[in-house]
């Protein structure tokens, strides 16, 4: 249910022109792709993600004979599903360990939501029953330890941090061992994101993450991005330089509710393929969802 009221804006445009399109046409024309490539890439699906669409969906119509364009509709949701779902891992959940402390580093440009998206997940871990500790690893960004420290107080999980501006390594290392001597299940690494200085930024990420691997070996277990939604492209030029600079290992995808243009997630999956593990769909702590492709995409005509 918060799935599709989060989806309503993306809902509202781009099926609402589906179905105009699916009613207008008589039968399936070049036209009609034509107009449907359109209607994909107005949803920020990526052109080269619509081509591949566009042609599976020429080829299945063919091979299955349709002519009437009502039921080419039922055939966009089955490829948009395939698509996402193609190739390699698309567990939506994080890769906990076992026995021991799992270590979620969140990476992402300054604004996209990632404080946010941290505090909404330590929610949804400490839900279900896992204990979690929260790092101040942004102590560059004005304000950014003391955001974190609210989201810590009203979801109940203690933030390990020094003061603004200092080296943020430093603040992992504590963080760490803290994490250690309390056996706690999750840590949660927060990190700046001014992308203004890429080269300092992408430094500092590695001096952060050789000290979590140095620490505790086969971590960090996850490397979280997290884009806003609303961008649009430009989601999909950040995920590409952060996959650059580290081993990103899954999207977060926030504020989805706040555009209708959701397509950009297929596109970040065909074009990075990398996992959507989590969406964001409002600003509160339980607007926070597993990603299912299925629940997406049907979500959409539904
Ligand atoms: P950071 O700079 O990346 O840490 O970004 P913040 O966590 O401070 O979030 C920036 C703004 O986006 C805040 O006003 C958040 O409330 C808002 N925000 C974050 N996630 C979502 C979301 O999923 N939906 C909506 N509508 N707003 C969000």
């Keep these: 249910e918060k799935f599709r009221e989060g989806l309503t804006k993306t ?19 070049e036209d009609f792709f034509e107009e449907l490539e359109e209607i994909l890439i107005g949803a920020d699906v990526g052109v080269n993600t619509v081509m591949e669409l566009i042609d599976e969906l020429r080829m299945e119509v063919k091979r299955r004979n349709i002519q009437d364009p009502r039921e080419v509709q039922s055939v966009i949701s089955e490829k948009l599903v ?12 994080i890769n906990f360990q076992q026995d021991g402390l799992t270590v979620v580093l969140v ?18 871990l400490k839900q279900e029953g896992k204990s979690v500790l929260l790092a101040a690893g942004d102590t560059f960004r004005a ?17 390990i941090k ?5 080296d943020p390594a430093a603040v992992m290392y504590d963080a760490l061992q803290a994490a250690k001597a309390r056996k706690v ?10 992308l203004q200085n890429k080269v300092n930024l992408m430094k500092e990420l590695e001096k952060v993450k050789r000290v979590i691997e140095r620490e505790v070996p086969g971590a960090p277990h996850e490397v979280l991005l997290v884009l806003d939604a609303t961008t649009g492209q430009n989601a999909l030029s950040q995920a590409k330089i952060f996959s650059e600079a580290t081993n990103v290992t ?18 970040i999956r065909n074009e990075m393929k990398i996992p959507v593990k989590f969406v964001g769909l409002g600003e509160k702590a339980e607007d926070l969802q597993e990603f299912n ?7 959409l005509f539904a």
Excluded at 115 to 124: L, M, P, Q, R, V
Excluded at 143 to 159: F, K, N, P, T
Excluded at 250 to 267: E, P, R, S, W
């Design 143 to 159: 304000g950014a330890i003391d955001q974190l420290e609210v989201w810590g107080e009203r979801v109940g999980v203690d933030v």
């Design 82 to 93: 395939e698509i996402y779902q193609a190739g390699d891992d698309v567990s939506p959940t």
């Design 162 to 166: 020094q003061s603004e501006g200092s």
């Design 250 to 267: 899954g999207i977060v995808l926030t504020k989805l509710d706040g555009t209708a243009k959701g397509g950009i997630v297929l596109a």
């Design 107 to 124: 990476v992402g440009v300054n604004g996209v939501g990632k404080t946010t998206s941290i505090g909404k997940i330590a929610k949804k």
């Design 293 to 299: 492709a299925e629940q997406y995409v049907y979500g």
């Design 11 to 29: 809902r509202d445009s781009f099926s609402g022109k589906v179905n105009d399109l699916v009613a207008r046409y008589r039968k399936v024309d």
């Design 185 to 194: 299940d999750v840590l949660l690494c927060d990190t700046a994101g001014r």
